[in-house]
T-cell receptor, first 115, second 115 residues
Framework: AQSVTQLGSHVSVSEGALVLLRCNYS??????LFWYVQYPNQGLQLLLK??????LVKGINGFEAEFKKSETSFHLTKPSAHMSDAAEYFC?????????????FGAGTTVTVRA | DTEVTQTPKHLVMGMTNKKSLKCEQH?????MYWYKQKAKKPPELMFV???????INESVPSRFSPECPNSSLLNLHLHALQPEDSALYLC??????????????FGPGTRLTVL
């Protein structure tokens, strides 16, 4: 089974500062990895995904993530935080289960942005 | 049309009631999913439908009964629920069934309260 671990359940940053959210994966084969964002009382929205085409993946809203096989990591970054980035962020890996695929999510990281 | 819609947005029901949640997508996606999400937790997979057939049931209690009448519609029938079933229920869809790299597109969710 494949899984992800998100380090840090809560991250607080100042507006304009770097946002760094950590995700490490456990997989015996090259994984497909995803970052989703969830704003209060809403569903999940894809920020970006890694499917082995390129190790540096650019997503929406200025976010990007780098796949590092040697570190089994897929950390999410944004150079300059905006107040609208306050949300819950989930890292996920595609995992084969019985006869189909499912997303296995990390525990999530809550981001707060200070003015 | 690139969205997944869910109705109702909010639902309050007693433990003896029967109700249904509805999910619809018109993107031609062939895989559809039900998730349950408790506050401050990641989504937990309940069911996966691939080509309108149930492919994954994550040992969900029988008081939850999924139905996929056609490729665009997914229902979740609820009966004799318990207060601990109160949660946000999310529906998602992805383009191809059995494809691990595909993005799952989430609806806004139904907030369920069981009294």
């Amino acid at each position: 089974a494949q899984s992800v671990t998100q380090l840090g359940s809560h991250v607080s940053v100042s507006e304009g500062a770097l946002v760094l959210l950590r995700c490490n994966y456990s997989s015996s084969v090259p994984p497909y990895l995803f970052w989703y964002v969830q704003y209060p009382n809403q569903g999940l929205q894809l920020l970006l995904k890694y499917t082995s085409a390129a190790t540096l993946v650019k997503g929406i809203n200025g976010f990007e993530a780098e796949f590092k096989k040697s570190e089994t990591s897929f950390h999410l970054t944004k150079p300059s935080a905006h107040m609208s980035d306050a949300a819950e962020y989930f890292c996920a890996v595609s995992d084969f289960r019985r006869n189909d695929y499912k997303l296995s999510f990390g525990a999530g990281t809550t981001v707060t942005v200070r003015a | 049309d690139t969205e997944v819609t869910q109705t109702p947005k909010h639902l309050v029901m007693g433990m003896t009631n029967k109700k249904s949640l509805k999910c619809e997508q018109h993107m031609g996606h062939r895989a559809m999913y039900w998730y349950k999400q408790k506050a401050k937790k990641p989504p937990e997979l309940m069911f996966v439908y691939s080509y309108e057939k149930l492919s994954i049931n994550e040992s969900v209690p029988s008081r939850f009964s999924p139905e996929c009448p056609n490729s665009s519609l997914l229902n979740l029938h609820l009966h004799a629920l318990q207060p601990e079933d109160s949660a946000l229920y999310l529906c998602a869809s992805s383009p191809r069934a059995g494809e691990s790299s595909d993005t799952q597109y989430f609806g806004p969710g139904t907030r369920l309260t069981v009294l």
